[in-house]
């Protein structure tokens, strides 16, 4: 079954670099291409798909019938409570602030002034199709972020397609294991796993943090992708561990994509179209990265939703680690825009039969990027970004 897998991603690398393209082949693996930044810096992408059992979507049962905001709440607490998340375990939220769930129970409250039904409608359809884990923490994040809900908002008006691609969940710190807990949360009781590329299963960075993909294919097409992240143990100074101080396992980031079906074939909408749109929407956007890999992963942040209500002895005790985390803990919650290249059509077919699933080109839910993973340069630059105060839009 393995050998399925690396073939594929084999034969996708010799497709790409069988036409013009400044992407480079690897010299060690057939499954890689290389792409080079323009500080000359080598990324090496490897094209051999994550491989699983396609799991249920779980999440239908709760969202699917949803029509107004009390509904939605309602659906969202029933999915919640149908299994283990990391509230449950002591040991995770040991290192989580009381105001954790003040901050949680504001956002739902706050909700209901401008979720009306037509928005809960939206909202709900668009999670059903995810697993419970990813609904949940994808209606926290879009009750919480302008931007995100934007972008829904806006794939209706304009025909796109908009896709789940990833969730960036906050953890501690690895002094706690607090990623290796949520990790195992998830292989163990929400059916994740990581990927058999053994490079993609395991980042660490060198701005004092690490994370651990994981990977799941439902039965549906959707793909799941959530990238959990922690403090290094050694250092106190990273955001990572005092942002889950504050917000608990609330999503650092959604990450959303846009495709549009045209001529029958499904492509990705330029990630420029896509911060366009947003701005006409009032929504800032930072400064993108990933332009040298030919459009197979690119990536930004909008500017980040400002929560200046942290409350003041949790910002005193930051100050006096440094003085910038008093303010880089406002940035609460962001959206990350994502633009992945979408296989050729024969090319998906393939892809899809590793799972037992029939390719159908007109369902969004369809989409097949070539590249499946995270690239750390990448990921490090938008964790950068994420903590500037006074951000610069582009």
């Known amino acids: 079954m393995h050998e399925q897998y690396t073939s594929f991603g084999a034969k996708v690398a010799r497709t790409l670099l069988s036409g013009p393209s400044p992407l480079l082949a690897d010299p060690v693996s057939p499954t890689r291409i290389e792409a080079v930044d323009d500080g000359n810096n080598v990324a090496r992408l490897d094209l051999t798909p994550f491989h699983a059992v396609p799991a249920s979507e779980t999440a239908a049962p709760f969202f699917e019938t949803v029509a107004s905001y009390s509904q ?45 039904d037509a928005r809960a409608e939206l909202i709900a359809r668009w999670v059903s199709d995810l697993d419970v884990y990813c609904a949940v923490r994808a209606v926290e994040s879009l009750l919480n972020s302008k931007a995100d809900l934007a972008l829904l908002e806006i794939g209706r008006s304009k025909g796109w397609s ?11 710190t690895k002094a706690r294991h607090d990623a290796e807990r949520v990790r ?45 992240d922690q403090s290094d143990a050694e250092d106190t100074l990273q955001i990572i561990q005092h942002w889950n101080r504050v917000y608990g396992y609330t999503a650092h980031h959604l990450a959303m994509r846009a495709t549009r079906f045209v001529d029958g074939v499904r492509q990705a909408v330029p990630l420029d179209d896509v911060m366009a749109a947003l701005r006409a929407h009032g929504i800032g956007v930072m400064a993108p990265t990933g332009g040298y ?56 077919s393939e892809y899809f039969a590793l799972y037992g699933l029939k390719y159908d080109p ?32 582009v």
């Open 184 to 228: 195992d949360l998830l292989v163990g009781s929400h059916g994740y796993t990581a990927s058999q590329v053994k490079a993609e299963s395991y980042y660490q960075f060198p701005d004092g943090w690490n994370a651990y993909p994981v990977y799941k294919m439902l039965r549906n097409g959707q793909v799941l992708r959530v990238f959990i």
């Open 162 to 172: 908009i896709h789940f691609d990833h969730l960036a969940i906050r953890c501690g």
């Open 293 to 348: 890999t030919d459009g197979l992963l690119l990536q930004v942040f909008t500017k980040p939703e400002s929560n200046p209500q942290v409350p003041s002895p949790i910002k005193q005790d930051l100050a006096r680690l440094n003085a910038n985390l008093e303010q880089t803990i406002e940035n609460g919650k962001l959206l990350e825009l994502v633009s992945r290249r979408e296989l050729p059509p024969p090319l998906c």
């Open 72 to 116: 939605l709440l309602s659906a969202y607490q029933r999915a919640r409570q149908s299994l283990p998340f990391e509230e449950s375990d002591n040991q995770a939220i040991s290192g989580v602030d009381e105001y954790a769930s003040k901050f949680m129970a504001k956002i739902f409250d706050d909700a209901k002034s401008f979720i009306d």
């Open 362 to 393: 007109a369902n969004p839910l369809h989409s097949a990027p070539i590249y499946q993973y995270f690239l750390p340069a990448q990921a490090a630059h938008v964790i950068r970004t994420s903590q500037q105060v006074d951000s610069v839009t």
